[in-house]
């Protein structure tokens, strides 16, 4: 199966509240990365956490990375409609002469309502 | 706009077709990356190309072809697919090949009949 699965499948919320969402992977990994990516369009990249990372932030976007766990999450505050869309993780185990080779998982699709 | 160009957006091709896509990057990257996306299917990683060099191949049909003359170019020259392969694809590149994000293109949407 993938390396990395989401959860939840889909959630829907009220602007103004906060979205979290979960990913879990199976191997080591060098880094965990979250894309966004609205309806059929390209990814967006929001964040990278490192391996050696434990929290990131960046503007109303929260991550935390568990590797014990085998575990990441992601936080939007303050939820606005513009955030509706799908959210995936990907996990870059790749050997380090081996090239950047992203795993994605199946994504979250957030719903912000008006 | 993320500095990657796909082309065409949108295509339509029969299953004795020849078509090919197009993807550019702007950013000045090494590496660059293709990926089909199918519904009810997480993101596949095709193929990888690294300063030129195909560097991964995910055990892609040879209908699938890719093509990379130059670290600003990529193509992928498709013959004779199938239905199943109708899906959204998508390009990207990235800075150097470990540990970095990578940028996506707006992707193609593939509809073979």
């Known amino acids: 199966s993938q390396q990395g699965e989401e959860d939840p499948q889909a959630l829907s919320i009220q602007e103004g509240e906060n979205a979290t969402m979960n990913c879990s992977y199976k191997t080591s990994i060098n880094n965990l990365q979250w894309y966004r990516q609205n309806s059929g369009r390209g990814l967006v990249h929001l964040i990278l956490?490192?391996?050696?990372?434990r929290e990131k932030h960046s503007g109303r976007l929260r991550v935390t990375l568990d590797t014990s766990k085998k575990s990441s999450s992601l936080l939007i505050t303050a939820s606005r409609a513009a955030d509706t869309a799908s959210y995936f993780c990907?996990?870059?185990?790749?050997?380090?002469?081996?090239?950047?080779?992203?795993?994605f998982g199946g994504g979250t699709r957030v719903l912000v309502k008006p | 706009e993320t500095g990657v160009t796909q082309t065409p957006r949108h295509l339509v091709m029969g299953m004795t077709n020849k078509k090919s896509l197009k993807c550019e990057q702007h950013?000045?990257?090494?590496?660059m990356y293709w990926y089909k996306q199918s519904a009810k299917k997480p993101l596949e990683l095709m193929f990888v190309?690294?300063?030129?060099?195909?560097?991964e191949n995910n055990s892609v049909p040879s209908r699938f072809s890719p093509e990379c003359p130059n670290s600003s170019h990529l193509f992928l020259h498709l013959h004779t697919l199938q239905p199943e392969d109708s899906a959204l694809y998508l390009c990207?590149?990235?800075?150097?090949?470990?540990?970095?994000?990578?940028?996506f293109g707006p992707g193609t949407r593939l509809t073979v009949t």
């Open positions: 950013l000045g990257h090494n590496a």
């Open positions: 190309y690294n300063f030129k060099e195909q560097t």
């Open positions: 956490i490192r391996s050696n990372e």
């Open positions: 990207a590149s990235s800075q150097s090949r470990n540990s970095y994000e990578q940028y």
């Open positions: 990907a996990t870059d185990a790749s050997p380090k002469a081996a090239g950047n080779k992203l795993t």
